[in-house]
């Protein structure tokens, strides 16, 4: 073969060769871009599909499944004899069933940090020592009409928000428990602009409701 023939033949074969090269590069960027991209979508899935579940509070991991769930304030409640109760993040709400005829003159309600009692025409239907503390100021109660019965509605504030497994098993100390546990671990974030204060502040916030639930 003529230098010239063989010299081409060497030229074509490096330029194939390049061209082979830059045509394998280009289309692993284009797949690491495309990876990159998909990522990116769930990523934004995921914290949107997180934003919704955490606008309706109560966020937690469920206990058998992993999986996240945002439970209902009824949920995360109870009934007893005299009362049903419900519980969200910040707030406990007892419901007592009332007289139809009854009037808030005749309804005793006792409030302090750490204890409540209510009474209806005399008749006790709690009284004891609250499982966690609340912030008395900010907890009150009202008698309300439902349909042809009346409702004395307790709210109480909670001192220091809870999540999921740490939620309040039960309004009062010796009153019929929720399984809270079934709740699982609460599910709390900080966003990607957050600081290493706010991861501090999450972490002090779970240790803080761990030491109330041990109490």
């Not at 797949?31 to 937690?60: H, M, P, S, V, Y």
């Not at 945002?70 to 707030?91: P, V």
């Not at 907890?139 to 309040?168: M, P, Q």
Request: aromatic fraction near 6%; charged fraction near 30%; charge should be neutral.
């Amino acid at each position: 073969m003529a230098p010239r023939a063989s010299v081409a033949l060497a030229v074509v074969a490096t330029v194939a060769a390049v061209t082979t090269i830059w045509y394998h590069r280009r289309h692993r960027r284009r797949e690491r871009g495309d990876d990159a991209r998909a990522f990116e979508r769930e990523q934004i899935r995921l914290k949107l599909e997180l934003a919704t579940l955490a606008r309706d509070g109560n966020l937690a991991r469920a206990s058998d499944t992993g999986a996240m769930v945002s439970l209902t304030n009824e949920q995360c409640g109870g009934t007893t004899a005299t009362y049903a109760w419900t519980q969200s993040e910040d707030e406990i709400v007892v419901s007592f069933a009332a007289p139809a005829d009854a009037t808030s003159r005749e309804c005793e309600v006792t409030l302090t940090s750490t204890a409540a009692t209510v009474r209806v025409r005399g008749r006790t239907l709690l009284d004891g020592r609250l499982t966690r503390s609340i912030v008395k100021d900010d907890s009150y109660w009202e008698l309300e009409s439902d349909g042809e019965r009346k409702v004395l509605r307790l709210s109480l504030t909670k001192l220091r928000r809870t999540y999921a497994k740490f939620h309040w098993p039960s309004v009062c100390v010796g009153e019929p428990e929720i399984d809270v546990a079934a709740f699982g671990d609460p599910v709390m974030g900080v966003t990607g602009n957050s600081n290493g204060d706010a991861m501090k502040a999450m972490m002090e916030d779970v240790a803080a409701m761990r030491r109330d639930a041990e109490k």
